[in-house]
């Protein structure tokens, strides 16, 4: 017995080819719905938020020439417009998950990007129905989209403790360094320092990030000089641990960040996250 699946492959190429085309663009909308439903199936209120921001999606073959043995094979990109910088972060953070769930719903691609939403592209939403006024989207998002941002600080914060351990052989020795710290911050940077040509590398492209560390501490002067002795080996550590330090910048701690530290020696670490808090840190 034919398949549901055999039986609309065979009525859409009985099409002519604008049918054929229409129909094939609904069915990739469709498995792309079902796709960010599955990857965010324990959090609805996200992929409801995602969808509602997709401007567009396209399925295109990439023509840059490859290295290692699957050169000569085709190379599918799946591409996605989104008009809202929470919803691009989300889908950062989970593209691999989402490329499996599209590869489940039947999108043979081999990668996955997505771009802000631009000029005119930015009035087209692929799921209206799902837009509204945008007020409820904007009250599901701020929560989940700041808690993201706070746990991923968290964790970068935690590979930085982890790394000082490790350079400090005596662990005293790097809680010594530790508690002095009142608040931490890790900012991405997107472009790496300047080559010897005067050229920069993208790190988004590159699927690299990089990250500048900002350390409030009482005693600026002798942070300054342990970062100055043991900064690179802590970079080193961390980015062997997945974290690519690019610099490490201390501060002077304001009055605010009196009696806090940002490493615990149990629990995670407290990122010195809201703007508020950082706009008081740097005054």
Sequence with gaps: ????????????????????????????????RAAV????????????????????????KDERPRKGPDRHRDWW??????????????????????LQALNA????????????????????KLFPELSGDGTDEAVVAAPW???????????GLDIVKCAVCLVFEDTERAWALLEKVRGAALDEVLLREPRAD???????????????????????????????????????????LGLRIRKIVVRKAPPSLAGRCAFCRQGRSI??????????ADA
């Design 198 to 240: 005067g050229s920069r590398r993208d790190e988004r492209r590159s699927g690299q990030k990089g990250y500048w560390l900002t350390l409030y501490v009482d005693d600026v002067e002798g942070i300054e000089r342990l970062v100055a002795v043991f900064g690179d080996a802590i970079r080193d550590r961390a980015r062997r």
């Design 105 to 124: 719903e039947g999108l043979s691609v081999d990668d996955l990007r997505f771009l802000p939403a631009k000029w005119d592209m930015r009035t087209r």
């Design 145 to 155: 989209a700041a808690r993201h941002r706070e746990e991923e600080a968290s964790r």
């Design 1 to 32: 017995m034919p398949s549901v699946f055999s039986e609309l492959s065979q009525f859409a190429r009985n099409l002519p080819p604008e049918a054929a085309a229409a129909l094939k663009r609904a069915r990739n909308k469709e498995r792309y």
């Design 271 to 280: 990122p010195l996250g809201s703007l508020d808090a950082r706009s008081s």
């Design 37 to 60: 439903e599955r990857t965010w199936r324990n959090r609805p209120e996200v992929a409801r938020f995602v969808l509602a921001h997709t401007n567009g999606i396209y399925i295109a």
């Design 77 to 98: 990109v799946f591409g996605i417009y989104l008009d809202d910088a929470a919803a691009r972060t989300e889908v950062d953070a989970w593209q691999s998950v989402l």
